[in-house]
């Protein structure tokens, strides 16, 4: 299937600093979602972009997707304790817009 | 229902035997994935229904894995002959043929001995 590399794996921070997860992609991308998993829990979704250069915010949150359409990001200012968890991307295929394929997910520990 | 509903939450099975699990998507919804989820790891594509055209079947990774969908209700994703390496969490997602938000339920966890 389509490979979606996602980077860091592992990500520690104190409460208060910013985090980001990077996604990539080798081929062009119809679209990319953004989900939240906790521990013990199912991913919940976040965000989807769509647009080539989108940008999307929620509230501590910020989404980008590349202008190429092959890479994203998500960037959390001033994290907190609450933020805890692992991140994935899924990334839609070009011609399907409704099949994803996942990242291997960036885990988010943080210190208080 | 309110959200998407799977069942059985947990089941342990012995090798070899077969095993059943079953997805309420949410009502309206469409659009259903399978995900296979192995501890600690991402989500597994396996198969996607959308209304009633030909499932995407090309995440299956054997012919021991088939799966159903009743119309644009209930899935049911079934496992023959299980092995040990089909322990995992499967996932079962929904969303609207035109809407942007998925939903998963709580998921299946299957444990092979």
């Known amino acids: 299937g389509q490979q979606v590399m996602q980077i860091p794996q592992y990500q520690h921070v104190q409460e208060g600093e910013d985090f980001t997860t990077y996604c990539n992609s080798s081929t062009t991308l119809s679209n990319i979602q953004w989900y939240k998993q906790r521990p013990g829990g199912h991913p919940v979704f976040l965000i989807q972009?769509?647009?080539?250069?989108e940008v999307k915010k929620q509230k501590r949150l910020t989404f980008q997707f590349g202008e190429a359409k092959k890479n994203s990001s998500l960037h959390i200012t001033a994290t907190q304790t609450t933020d805890v968890g692992t991140y994935f991307c899924a990334a839609g295929q070009e011609g399907n817009f409704n099949k994803f394929y996942f990242g291997s997910g960036t885990k988010l520990n943080v210190k208080p | 229902g309110a959200g998407v509903s799977q069942s059985p939450s947990n089941k342990v099975t012995e090798k070899g035997k077969d095993v059943e699990l079953r997805c309420d998507p949410i009502?309206?919804?469409?659009?259903l994935y399978w995900y296979r989820q192995r501890l600690g790891q991402g989500l597994e594509f396996l198969i996607y229904f959308q209304g009633n055209s030909a499932p995407d079947k090309s995440g299956l990774p054997s012919d021991r894995f088939s799966a159903e969908r009743t119309g644009e209700s209930v899935s049911t994703l079934t496992i023959q002959r299980t092995q040990q390496e089909d322990s995992a969490v499967y996932l079962c997602a929904s969303r609207t043929g035109h809407g942007d938000t998925i939903y998963f339920g709580e998921g299946s966890w299957l444990t092979v001995v």
């Open positions: 009502s309206g919804h469409t659009a």
């Open positions: 972009l769509v647009k080539s250069g």
